[in-house]
């Protein structure tokens, strides 16, 4: 019962945070509590080699060392045939996401396993802090050192040193590159820092791409950021830098959030509260094996950095708080922007109306710094279309993926 009511003091308090139309919102809420309950779904499989196994998939699990010390785990689904002139697909997931949150809705359901039956070459990264991603050639998840990352060295080292490899592996000259939230940013952070890697890369597909964040409307992110000096210092305090991947806590969010539970409704209004109302589109049935992976380790320092993004309005590096600390780390008082005029790969960019991390303003304001033409660019006709229904939404494949499917096939050609 205590938990319960501090679980609703919380909720409450969020809610002050929201913008909108308050009797709508609460009218989604509402319904979020409405559920039969049912049995959990047998694809309840935390292991993504099992998972894609059981449906016919070949894996190959590959290691990638950075330029500064990370091992990377990389699961590549191989193509099946001996086609030669499609490009290879790397997929970058979000913040404190891995590799499942790719695949976890099954062959139907999934970008990556829809584009591996037409026989597309797919590799999915796993970027540094995750669950397949811990390991380091000095440090341990121990040492404050390991965690002293943000999405800069995301972009800048992981996907610099995972793009390379996935061309040395495959003999091509270029890759296709597949982003949704952080893993738009470390493409971008990728391409700006290191201009080179604009040719190395064909097109890039950006899915709700965080660049802006002054708009940022998340009631659960703004109240974080809002205190954000007070929780880094209990953090610092107990020498916490980083949130590992920790399979009993996902055990713990699949107990209380499967339809057997009488706590799933709280589940799914938290999640909401970060990503945007559209319970409609969440699959209460199948949110367990969401969960067997999600959360997969997130560092302090990349939260504090994108919660600068949200303070500042700007696209910048880290910000080490004071001019001495920023000067004797990019020789600037003020931390460097990332230039944007730098990033020359073509694009296709795909944005939602109520999500509540990459708001319209935020993404068209990124949209209207470009250079280049886009491949495409489309703002989801779905109203409700919130940040996560990029990979979670049960009609994502009718409103989004087809027509995702569609550029790619004109963007590339197959050779037999």
Known sequence: MRLLVIVFVVVLQLCFYVKGDYEEIFRKIQGIFSTNKVKTHRDDIPNITDFLMKYNYSVEI???????????????????????????????HCLACSSMDWIWQGPSNSL??????????????????????????NFTSKDPKFWDYSFHEK?????????????????????????????????IVLTTTRPEYNTKIDMMVLLSPIVYLEHMNSPLVRFLADYNNIITTVLKALNIHGIPYAPLL????????NENSSLQGICILLIELFAGFDVDQIDKFKLPTF????????SVKEVEHLIQGINSGSFRQYDYGNALSNIARYGTSE????????????????????????????????????????????????????????????????ILYDRIVEVLKKRTSIEK
């Open 250 to 257: 996902n055990q713990f969010a699949k107990s209380i959030c």
């Open 155 to 187: 972009g800048h080292y992981d996907m610099a040193s995972t793009v390379d490899y996935v061309l040395n592996v495959t003999g091509k000259n270029k890759i296709i590159y597949v982003g949704h939230s952080q893993g738009t940013t470390a493409g």
């Open 112 to 137: 990556p396993l829809i584009l591996a039956d037409l026989d597309y070459d797919i590799w999915l990264a796993n970027m540094r802090g995750n669950g397949f991603s811990m390991s380091h050639l």
């Open 335 to 398: 931390p460097p922007q990332y230039d944007l005029n730098k990033l020359t790969v073509p694009l296709a960019i795909y944005y939602a109306k109520n999500d509540f991390l990459a708001s319209t303003k935020d993404v068209e304001r990124f949209i209207s710094t470009l250079t280049q033409d886009t491949v495409d660019r489309y703002l989801i006709d779905y109203e409700l279309f919130n940040h996560l229904d990029f990979i979670t939404a049960k009609d994502v494949k009718k």
């Open 62 to 92: 590959h290691q990638v060392q950075t330029q500064d010390g990370f091992n990377l785990t990389v699961h590549r689904i191989p193509k099946s045939s001996n086609t030669s002139a499609k490009f290879p697909l790397i997929f970058a």
């Open 291 to 298: 969960l067997s992976n999600t959360p997969s380790g997130v």
